[in-house]
């Protein structure tokens, strides 16, 4: 077998095209095209390269009359992840807090604190896929749940909280430490939907392969 053939028969039993063999070897295209026509012959330091990518000897490259042997499929074993991840160990770490909240705290403000951290804490702590955006969304249902009686004028937020906390600056009677209180977290908790709804855009997109 002649060397042009050797090289093409190397080249398609590796699932390479011309052009990925060149960027390996440093050279263009039309080299390699010319290799496997037989126009022209590599040199010497195109050959040990050739050889090596190949896992063959020069020898078996050079010489006539012998068919070259398919190179062996690389295997590459991932290796295995053990242990908890960062994000994981953030919600171990919440569940941890929330947990000696909620038994030291009694039935008093720190037991509901720590409520809400061992439920921020499980999506972090359980959800393979965005555990951020899922955390997100539970703190806006949490804060639907305990605050929204207190913030009704604004259930969902940014708009509403902003044009309450107008009301507030210009009417003096509804200066009150609630009403702030109801207006911040009316505008926060939109703020934190708008931000989730932009994000959760986004990976879906990516996910999608949307963007690069």
Excluded at 178 to 199: E, M, P, Q, T, V
Aim: with cysteine; aromatic share 8%; glycine share 12%.
């Amino acid at each position: 077998m002649e060397l042009s053939q050797k090289i093409y028969e190397l080249r398609t039993g590796s699932g390479l095209s011309q052009l990925d063999l060149a960027e390996k070897l440093g050279v263009s295209r039309q080299s390699v095209s010319k290799w496997e026509t037989g126009q022209a012959v590599p040199d010497l330091d195109k050959l040990i390269r050739l050889a090596d990518l190949f896992g063959i000897s020069v020898d078996e490259l050079v010489r006539e009359g012998e068919r070259p042997a398919p190179p062996e499929p690389q295997v590459v074993y991932a290796a295995e992840q053990r242990g908890f991840s960062p994000v994981q160990k953030a919600g171990a770490a919440l569940e941890v807090v929330g947990l000696l909240g909620l038994v030291l705290g009694g039935m008093g403000l720190v037991s509901l604190i720590g409520a809400g951290l061992m439920l921020l804490g499980l999506p972090l702590l359980l959800c393979k896929k965005h555990p951020w955006l899922w955390m997100g969304w539970t703190a806006v249902a949490i804060s639907l749940l305990v605050f929204n009686p207190h913030t009704s004028v604004s259930p969902w937020g940014l708009f509403g909280g902003m044009r309450y906390l107008y009301w507030i600056l210009t009417n003096p009677e509804l200066r009150y430490y609630a009403s702030y209180f109801a207006a911040a977290i009316g505008i926060l908790r939109g703020s934190l939907i708008l931000l989730l709804i932009f994000l959760g855009i986004r990976a879906r997109r990516r996910g999608s392969g949307a963007e690069p």
